[in-house]
Every structure is written in structure tokens, then in C-alpha cells.
């Protein structure tokens, strides 16, 4: 991390100053003020090293100089400030965004645009329409997005690529440059809410609410104006800090509090033994980590509840304590990323976690520069030469005070619910997703069923002699000899949401149907989200159907796996029986979506 700007690398406090001549020698004055930093008693700090005039400083210092190490300077860093953790957590946030509206960007089109699977157009229209007909402050309450001062009735499509750009754009600017200001970072947060909220279903995961929540936290940490990553007015605010603390915190007992009140494979430690293979978008290590023996299960389970119910407390106690809570969260995420492809969740989640470490604890990711401005700016501070405060620093005491009594309010329901025998988990208690409740695999289920889809040429689906060819998902389970996919941190909502389908019916998800439709039509959309088309390049099927199979990994040297086979899967029965475009005309029409026209190769 480079953050050796001008102004970081400037040094304040009172000093007494006497010009030499353009001939001294800067490395000695350099060395002096190196060294001069880490006395106790100096009278003042080194000025800006790249001025253009040379500008020399009297300190108390030894005659005989040594250069000193960076080593040095870092030791004294001081423990219980945050001015690099900001930059730490900020870089951080930037790259999740990043990953988010990228998604969205690749998706949304297909997903919520005018011809995708769910228009958010008709979402809005009939949200629109339950509030009166117009759009009102309760219309925008009840569903909070930017698109409403567009017309997104007609221009959904460029909509949604330019909020996602937009996002992509400033979240890859506050993720390298390492700071933000509150118009930033309330942008971002405006941006994917108005995503989210009208995303429908594909936006329907806990890790949108989180990602959410922590994006307005993060405002808090941030100047008001002032896009410099150590502003010298506006030191990180421990409010914050504490409320990443406690976002963590209720991450994990929540999800913990989950398993022990859901499935009973928690309470008996056999959980772990279905996990790896039954979860929603398996990766490669899934397949090796399914295999271990059932006494490991075990251990893993224990060690699941452990982390998700004691080292949450470690976060609110002293320094060392909290750091070591913070280090075993960051562990088992990082342990949850390798194990399975859960989108940008357990990314998002270790945000939270690095609230638990100062300055002194992360200083090693910085240059020397960096450091040595933040403990001559604490040294400055502790003289009591400290520079006028703005009117933007006054009000964001204001508001980080609010911020406090905000969270510690909107905390009541959901400690009254972290509290409840009929716990919810990922809910919001408020239209804007300030402060939530999380929970992951309180149920785990023992079996895997993937809804497989297949077209047919044949003009009747019936017949013995027709022959059915099957689509191919971008991640999800199909082919029994494909590699699995590894993805994390990106996301396939199509490949997760079919995972969900195959618990359920396809009367339950009516975009599986508008899917078939699509697919009917060679329809260029709807084949981007899928890895093979088979009728590409060729006229599109006359019939869709979707089949169940129940998937389980083979065995590590079993004869199907020494021949490629990563699955092996057997036949449960129809899922969605044959349809062609004259037989979903009437549901196309009743759903108000646009019948699609056929693409001849």
C-alpha cells in the first residue's frame, strides 16, 4: 500500500525553524528527523522531505546519527488508534463493491431488464400501483431506489447498466486509493440499495442486507468532504469501530444460534457430514473436504459451534483478547472461502472482523512514510498542537453520536430476536437494512436434487425416439464429469437460485417457466447465463422439459472417479414436464411478460 501523497508526509506540531543553504546534505536532516520522531522529548517533527526549499529543523539529538530502520519507527505506533485501520477497512469495502456491482452488471440485464427472467419494471409498476398509482414517499419507502426518479419504464435496461457502472467506479476508486468521503461512500450505498430492492428474488441473499449494512457504517469512518487518507481533523471514530464489532458479532451468534436451534445433525455433530456435498455452488475442495472421515465431521462441527458461539464475546473484551477473536474469525472464513463458492459472502464477512485491530497491529502493511506521518500526527496530538477543527469535523461528532443511538435503537429487535425460540434469521426490521439479522445453514439438507434442463427437436415429446439434449449451467451441478466451478467471490444468482429449485416446485418459482420460454427461443439473453447451449447455432428446440436427479459425490479411487467422474447422480422423475411456446402463451400473458420471437439460424 503506496500512501505517500504530499500531505501525508507532511509533519505538524510546533517547531522552531533556520534555513540552510540549498548545498546541506538532506540525508543527514532526513536521518535526524527519523530518529527525532521516536524521542519522547523532541521539540518538534521533520518537515515535508519533498519540499523545494530547503528547510532544516533544530532538534535535541545525539552527534554521532544512525540512520533508522522503519522497524524502529513502527514499534512505536501506538495501539488503540485506527488511522490505518480505516485505509485497511475502506480498500477492503471497495474491493467487495467492486465484486458486487460487477455482478450486477454482467446479471441484471437478464435477470430484472425489461426481457429478463423477472422485469423490475413490472416490479415497480405494481408496487406503483398499491401505493395509489403514484410514486409517493410511502412507494419509496415500501421499496427505496433511485430508479424511481428515472423512467425506468422505458430505459430500464440503460438504468441498470448505469447504476452498476457508476458503482463499479467509485468502488474501484476508494478500494486503491484507500479513502472516501460520505458523498462516496453514501453513493455506493444509494446505488446498491436501489439494486437490491428491486432485484426480487436474485437479491434475496443475507450477504445483500450485510453488504448494506457494513456500506453505511463505512460512512462513518470517512471525512465528511476531505478525500485524504489521513485527515488530520477527523481521526476514525470508535463509534464505528464498535459497531463493526458488533455487526460481527451478531453475524456470528446469530448463525450459531441458528444451528442449535435447527437441525438436529448440529446438536448430534453430523452436519458436516452432508455439508460439503449438499451445499448450493460446491468448488473442487469440496469434493476432497466431503470425503474426510466422520470423526473430523465431528471436530469441524464442534469447531463450527465454538467460533459461532464463545470467540464472539472475545470481541468486546480487552485488546489482546479481541485481536485473537478477530484472528480466529479471519480464519474460519478464510477456511469457509477454500471449502465451497458462497459468493462474496465470507469476503464480506471478514470486513467486520478487521475492526478489531489498531494501528499498532496492522502498521506492517504500510510503508515507513505512512507510518511515521500517523505518530508524528499522534505525538502532535499529545503536545496539544493541534490544528483548529473544521466545521466538518464538528458535524460529524454530531452524527457519529447519532449513529451510536441509531444502532443501540435499531438493535432492540434484533437481540429480541437473537433471544427468540422462533429465531429469524437475515430479516430486516427496517425498510433501509441499517442494522439486521444473520444466519446461515440452520438447515442442512442430506440430499442433493439438481433440476436439469433438456430440449428436444421432436414435434412430439412423447415419443419414445425423441432425443433430449441437456443444457449446462455455469456452476451448478450437470454434467457428472465436469470439474466443479471455483468462483468465490463472484456469484452466479441462476446457478444458487436453481439449487433452491430443486427443493421446491416449479409452480414456486415462475422464472423457471419464463426461463423455459426463453430457451425455446435460442433467446440471446437468457443463453448468456448459461455455460452450453446445445441448439446453438442451430434452430431452437420445438419442446423445453426439466428432469430431478439426486447428485453425491463418487468416492476418491472408485472406478468412477478413476474414469473423470467428479458425481455420480440417479434418476427421481419429471420436474417440469414438456412445454412449447403455443402451450406458455397464456401464463406469458397473464405474467405481462413480452412473448419472445423465435431466432432462426
Known sequence: MQESDAQDNTSTGTVRKRKTPRSSSPARTTSASKRQTGDQNRKGTAADDHSQTATHFDFNFDKVEQPVEPATECSQMESGTFWLTRIVLLRYLGFIYLVAFLVAYNQNKQLIGPNGLLPANLFLRDVKERTGGKVTSQTVSYVPSVLWLFDYQHNLAALLDRVALMGMGLAGFVMVYGAANWFIMLTLWSLYHSLVNVGQTWYGFGWESQLLETGFLATFLCPVWSLRRLPKNTPTSYIVILGFRWLIFRIMLGAGLIKIRGDQCWRDLTCMNYHYETQPVPNPMSYYMHQSPEIWHKFETLSNHFVELIVPFLLFMPRPFCMAGGAIQIFFQVVLIISGNLSFLNWLTILPSLACYDDASLVWLFPWSTSRYVTDLLATKRTGAVPRPHLGSYVRRLF?????????????????????S???MNTS?????????????GSVTKTRKEVIFQGTSSLDPNSPSAVWEEYEFKCKPGNVNRTPCLISPYHYRLDWLMWFAGFQTYQHNPWLLHLAVKLLVNDKDATSLIEQNPFEGRDPPKFIRAEHYRYRFTKIGSKEAKEGAWWRRKYVGNYMPPVSLESVRPIVQQMGWKMPKIRQT
Open 422 to 424: 422462533r429465531q429469524a
Open 400 to 420: 457519529n453520536i447519532s449513529l451510536g443511538v441509531l444502532i443501540m435503537y435499531l438493535s432492540l429487535p434484533v437481540i429480541n430476536n437473537l433471544l427468540s
Open 429 to 441: 426490521f427496517d425498510p433501509l437494512r441499517l442494522v439486521n439479522t444473520y444466519g446461515a445453514f
